[in-house]
């Protein structure tokens, strides 16, 4: 029995890691056209999911309906309501040749649109906040889905809400493995399953979502809890590049990243992947790929484990909205266990830290959630005076650092010079070295690091 347990399990994982999971971003299918374009994308015969987020534009305009609903604006989220179904009616028309798929997708649009207009009432919370925001992936995969069958394309659709779990605001990564398993075991011959990134249910059997960006994160956990091959992360730039292009003018796509290197990078603010997805790939050693759905030609980039260089910089990213606390306390002086008392004080309202620096009588820390700041504030001053100070930006230098060799952040604060630093933070790993500024000033620290670091040929 145990020898049956043992092969059957074997013969399932062999069949499960031929999978790939492909993520296309809102861009990616953001018309009509775009959607026909990742169609073709798809249509190998290698086995897959793919996840799909929302249609560009769809959750932003969720999220300000649900603002609209909170503020009892009854005219205004008609309107807006109206709005965004006009945009539907017209990508169904440009989606689909026939009238049989036109109509079959009109009702699925209305349906979607009546579930939001009902869900407007003056018991608006954030429970149907929520369930407004899932409508955006729930109908972007109902259109993809549709249009394969209209071109033959054989798909099944694999509902986001019949596997994706969290708990406590995490991912039940067992869960959404066990119930992936047992979805996907129904369909032994399809090869192209289609799913929505971002959507879950929570341990309350409530409708959930990863916050904002999680379709990415949404492939990284169904390519861990399913042991992929690959994942394959769409969207509409040629894979990382080594700085913000929305900033900076010359920046470049970098052809390979560690996990480790990538990690940093999207939780330091690179908006082309969202902060947590890079850890359940990293976990379940699966090589990530971006790659771009507007050129799928180019190489993009390739994030895996052993990229090893003994040195080098790798690209720079910048996270805003920081706020920086400042606690300082004369009973910090020589005493053990102060710190632990006040990291109590963040895990008590789940408020990561990311940078911290120490001195004897004060500590400076940040954080990027501000939920429970005015709570952790006053539980701070028990330990003595306490400052904070809004709107800084944690810029980031990501890459590997020779240990015990001073020379990169020696150049980075040559680059510097000019801009008023808050914080630096150098060491933690031999991968980052973190400056915090007041956000006016990120613009020109992204860009003299990107002319300094890679083009003046220094260090
Ligand atoms: P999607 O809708 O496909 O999820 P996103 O808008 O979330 O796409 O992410 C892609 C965007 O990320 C790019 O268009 C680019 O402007 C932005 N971006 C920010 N930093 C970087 C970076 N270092 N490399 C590449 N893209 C970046
Ligand atoms: N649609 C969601 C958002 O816009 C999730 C995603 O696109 O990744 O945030
Ligand atoms: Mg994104």
Known sequence: ?????????????????????????????????RMKGVAKLVSSEERKIVVLSAVSGTTNALVELASLAYNDQINNFDTKLQELKNKYQDFVEDLYKENSYKKEASHYIEAHFNKIAQLNTPQFSDK?????????????????????RSIGVDTVLLPALDFMRTKEGDPNEAAISQLLYEQIEKHPDCNLFITQGYICYNEFGEVDNLKRGGSDYSASLIGAAIDAKEIQIWTDIDGMHNNDPRIVEKTFPIDELSFEEAAELAYFGAKILHPA????????????????????????????????????????????????IKIRSSRMLLAYGFLRKVFEIFEKYKTPIDVITTSEVAISLTIDNTAHLSDILEELKSFGNVEFTENQTIVCVVGTF??????????????????????????????NISILMHSDFKEKALKLLNEGLFFENAT
């Open 1 to 33: 029995m145990l020898w049956l347990e043992t092969v059957g399990k074997s013969l399932l994982t062999n069949r499960f890691t031929v999978m790939k999971i492909l993520k296309f971003g809102g861009t990616s299918v953001g018309s009509a056209e």
């Open 128 to 148: 149907e906040e929520r369930i407004i925001l899932a409508q955006g992936e729930l109908m972007s995969t109902r259109l993809f889905h549709l249009y394969l």
């Open 277 to 324: 997805s890079v850890l359940p790939a990293q976990k379940a050693n699966i090589p990530v790929r971006l790659l771009n759905t507007m050129q799928p030609e180019k190489k993009g980039t390739l994030i895996r484990a052993d990229v090893t260089h003994e040195k080098r910089i790798t690209a720079i990213a910048a996270k805003d909205g920081i706020v920086a």
């Open 402 to 431: 020779l240990q015990g060799n001073a020379s990169v952040p020696v150049r980075v604060l040559q680059l510097l010079k000019e801009i008023p630093i808050r914080m630096i933070s150098y060491g933690g790993s031999k991968y």
